[in-house]
């Protein structure tokens, strides 16, 4: 039987600075890690016999005669977020048993307030809706510094970027002032930092300088300056970012894109890196697929809900459009200095002051590693504009069944302007919208045994590679 109920205060407004980083989303759908702030406290407070939690945006419309007349209520707001869940738990086991209302602070601010039974907890909603306060409250004091304050942005700052979705092979930890990237991969961290000092000067301007490089028995990593503002793949997943930031964010990008180091190759050499970059690396990695044991769950989800018979299938569509697409178009066979992962993960941008800057590059360890095609960089974005590879990171999709009992794709964000101005660039900048795109196809089918650890993402991936085949398709 209930006896406590968390009541999670999510009818608070986000307002100021706070929304250049959440949009239109409220504290409590705001997401970290794919899931909504709600979520996550719903998963702290399920282990917890007793007590129960709903969220609540309105509270005109909240009915407190479903509860039972001695229910403790636990009023929170959704601005304060829990960081430490363990002393959090400790503290609903210890309310459960309070005999007196409670204020619940941390470190001086208010952050809810506990109610010992229904009739006191109507009083303080009356005052609450009107007043917003939490000054009715007449009781004991607790003062636990375990709560972050959502509503100030330099702690919203620190407390959402500290949730970088790094894959499970990275790991980050830092401070208010730095940020140490660390992994069991030491060649891969070898390369990220060493690729920084071997750029041209003109090009170091645009990157998060690393420093102080170790190694030791069991991994590697480096440390950089926390950046001041949130990676653009926050934002954009939060709808904080609109059409004029957007084209703002593109300004910047293209002009980096056409001020990188670049040289004259010959077409034997162009073609080497082409073949490199979008078709046997694709190979490889589908190879690296079909080998780890969750293949066969991916492999009968193919299977039985798209047109394909095979991952194999898949590949085969897409290097038959490659072969046809090359053929007809002709590109100027150059090659540049590249980052090799330009996506809005990993692009730091603000928008008070218009400055960008890149981090986690695909790294190098000699200057022949930092040469490139020019479209892998533009397809990398392309990926997060046009083929919403953030959305993923987030969970912010799903995969239904349609009427023909065959997988379909839903991503909750609508991109169709995104997609319009992005072509704009792509036309102002020389490049390509059709090879873009099937580029980032090849990015997707490549991406796949890397996120092997999320069988439902990977199959997401598979749909979306046949979507932006089709769209190819149509388009050759």
């Known amino acids: ?129 009107h007043q917003g306060t939490f000054s009715s409250v007449k009781g004991d004091v607790i003062d636990m510094n375990i709560f972050a304050d959502l509503t100030d942005y330099n702690t919203l700052l620190m407390f959402i970027s500290s949730g970088f979705d790094a894959r499970f092979f990275n790991s980050l930890q830092g401070d208010a002032y730095t940020v140490t990237k660390r992994s069991a991969d030491k060649k891969k961290m070898k390369m990220e930092y060493s690729y920084y000092w071997l750029l041209p000067d003109a090009m170091k301007n645009w990157m998060v300088m690393p420093y102080n490089y170790t190694e030791t028995e069991n991994d590697a990593s480096y440390t950089m300056e926390r950046m001041p503002m949130t990676d653009i793949a926050i934002r954009w997943t939060h709808g904080a970012i609109d059409n004029v930031e957007l084209r703002n964010i593109l300004d910047k990008t293209f002009y980096f894109l056409a001020h990188r180091v670049e040289k004259k190759v010959s077409g034997e050499e162009y073609e080497k890196t082409r073949n490199c970059l979008y078709v046997e690396k694709v190979k490889k990695r589908v190879g690296e697929l079909k080998r780890k044991p969750e293949y066969e ?36 066979p150059r090659s540049v200095i590249g980052h090799g992962d330009v996506f809005f993960a990993n692009m730091l941008y603000s928008k008070e002051l218009n400055l960008l800057r890149l981090i986690d590059p695909k790294g190098a360890l000699t200057e022949d590693d930092l040469w490139t095609d020019p479209y892998y960089d533009v397809a990398k974005l392309s990926h997060s504009v046009c083929g919403n590879y953030d959305f993923f990171n987030t969970g912010s999709y799903g995969i239904e069944l349609d009427k023909d009992m065959c997988f379909i794709l839903i991503v909750h964000y609508n991109n169709e302007k995104a997609k319009e101005i992005f072509k704009e660039y792509l036309a102002k900048n020389g490049y390509d919208y059709v090879l873009v795109r099937l580029y980032e196809a090849s990015l997707f089918l490549s991406m796949l045994p890397l996120h092997i650890d999320n069988i439902h993402k990977v199959f997401g991936f598979v749909l979306n590679a046949i979507g932006i085949l089709k769209e190819v398709e149509a388009n050759v």
């Open 1 to 129: 039987m209930t006896k406590l109920v968390v009541v999670y205060d999510d009818s608070i407004k986000v307002e100021g600075r706070v929304k250049t980083i959440l949009g239109n989303k409220s504290f409590g759908d705001m997401v970290l890690k794919r899931r909504t702030m709600f979520t996550r406290l719903k998963k702290m407070v399920q282990p917890i016999k007793g007590v129960d939690v709903v969220v609540v945006k309105n509270f005109d419309r909240f009915d407190l005669n479903i509860f039972t007349s001695d229910t403790i209520f636990f009023h929170l707001k959704a601005s304060a977020a829990v960081v430490a869940p363990e002393d959090f738990a400790v503290l609903l086991e210890k309310i459960v048993f309070t005999k007196n209302n409670i204020l619940v602070k941390n470190n001086d601010m208010v952050v809810g307030s506990v109610l010992k039974n229904r009739t006191e907890y109507a009083r303080f909603l009356q005052d609450y809706i």
């Open 297 to 332: 769950i991916l492999a009968q989800l193919i299977k039985s809900g798209t047109e394909f018979d095979s991952i194999d299938g898949i590949v085969e569509f897409y290097l038959e459009l490659f072969s046809k697409i090359i053929k007809k178009r002709k590109v100027l």
